[in-house]
């Protein structure tokens, strides 16, 4: 069900309505998506890259503000997908990108639409760099890290970074890729969910494991403050923190197939206590772990010894676990690239849904795949995508449109609203001020 529709299966396009219809030529069986799928695809469009960096975050602000900092950012991502649905509802309305022209015309919806193309193409890219980083191998300033394949096997043409990108490419994304609904990623989504599990359990049991053998030193409660810069660059973990939260791009693809739509609050609030469980839990065990020694990417962290029993074959397990994490979170949050090209580039062709033009899905697909291929393999680190990119595109989808989106409508909006409305507004343009 689309949002705010009250009839279930409608068949009528326009220029509202989802790229992906309720009932497709070749699958009139759908019934709509269940709520546990519904949660495992929002949960997987959530936890992308950011659980292996929010450990620096909470190094940075110590143990107190940085999980604090972790529970005000779901509680305010929470809001801002409230905004979406409440005004979609409104609205009639079953697109990011229709929801942002319905308040701000054409311009804003192909400006959205850019948004979520840059950010979710710079985030593939950087899955891609970071399976081949993992399981190959990378350098940086002179030192070589073994990946798995080198460590296992040694240097040969097929442990290369190329050679592996390629591999994951064809065999593992571009299945992956060609499904045409998001719930028919339920099951790769509930697997990246327990892929992060994995790497949470094993994060925690070591710690324990460490703490039992005094090996862990008490860890920092607050951040270290010596001076201004000091406490400017406590805002450098202000961008990981917000894109850790981003899932918006896939709220209303999620909403249209969900079987009742009433139940996307839930949705919601639910994927948000997982995620922020495990973001809790992993950065508060990752810091513990390793304390002021905490990598950038606390899975870096894992290529030294342990110094505990089967502590390599845990590293192991860890990172091949996170490679086929990112595997799985791939296709979801390329569905919502494709989706946002074709509504771009296609806009006259809203007549016909993506899903139903084999010739357009297929062209958009194969070509999207081989830029991210491209990119992957001519961008030798993720730095070169973050410092590129930053977090603007990522803060401007989910926090600074609907916002906006918000304060421009006039249908429900109260005073008391509009001040909280406001707020959020001033907070995305600060955050990106600072990234």
């Known amino acids: 069900m689309t949002i705010g529709s009250d009839t279930k299966n409608k068949a009528t396009v326009d220029e509202n309505s989802p790229l992906l219809p309720k009932i497709q030529e070749s699958d009139v069986k759908f019934n709509g998506a269940s709520f546990s799928s519904s949660v495992f695809n929002l949960s997987t469009t959530i936890i992308g890259a950011g659980i292996m960096a929010l450990p620096a975050c909470v190094k940075k602000l110590g143990i107190v503000p940085g999980l604090t900092a972790i529970v005000l950012t779901a509680l305010l991502t929470e809001k801002s997908i409230d905004f979406m649905i409440r005004f979609s509802r409104a609205g009639n309305i079953s697109s990011y990108g229709s929801l942002m022209g319905d308040s701000f015309g054409k311009y804003g919806k192909s400006l959205v639409q850019i948004c979520i193309i840059v ?56 299945p992956l890729v060609n499904f045409k609904r998001i719930d028919s990623l339920r099951f790769t989504s509930a697997l990246s969910v327990g892929l992060a599990g994995v790497f949470l359990v094993i994060v925690v049991g070591i710690s324990i494991v460490k703490i039992i053998s005094g090996g862990i030193m008490i860890p920092r409660l607050f951040p270290i403050i010596t001076d201004l810069a000091s406490v400017f660059e406590l805002f450098t973990t202000v961008p990981v923190l917000v894109t850790a939260y981003i899932c918006h791009t896939n709220v209303h693809s999620i909403n249209n197939e969900l079987k009742d739509s009433t139940q996307m609050h839930r949705v919601v609030k639910t994927s948000g206590v997982l995620c922020s469980c495990v973001y809790l839990l992993s950065s508060f065990f990752g810091f513990l772990l390793f304390g002021e020694e905490t990598l950038d990417d606390v899975l870096a962290n894992f290529d030294i010894d342990l110094e505990i029993p089967f502590g390599l074959i845990l590293n192991d397990i860890i990172r091949i676990s996170y490679a086929a994490h990112l595997m799985f979170v791939f296709p979801v949050i390329f569905y919502a690239a494709r989706i946002n090209i074709d509504g771009l580039l296609f806009s006259s062709s809203s007549t016909r849904p993506l899903v139903v033009d084999n010739f357009r899905f297929g062209s958009i697909t194969f070509s999207l795949v081989g830029i991210i291929f491209l990119g992957a393999n001519f961008i030798p680190s993720i730095w070169y995508i973050f410092q590129f990119f930053g977090a603007t595109t990522a803060i401007c989808v989910g926090f600074i449109f609907p916002a906006a989106i918000t304060l421009s409508n006039n249908r429900t909006c109260l005073y008391m609203q509009k001040l909280q409305d406001t707020w959020q507004y001033n907070i995305g343009q600060l955050i990106q001020a600072y990234t």
């Open 119 to 174: 950010n979710n193409i710079g985030c593939l890219i950087i899955y891609l760099i970071i399976i081949g980083d993992v399981i190959s191998g990378t350098s940086s300033s002179g030192i070589h890290h073994y990946g798995i394949l080198e460590g296992w096997f040694g240097l040969h043409w097929w442990t290369g970074r190329s050679f592996v990108i390629a591999f994951t490419t064809l065999v593992v994304v571009a």
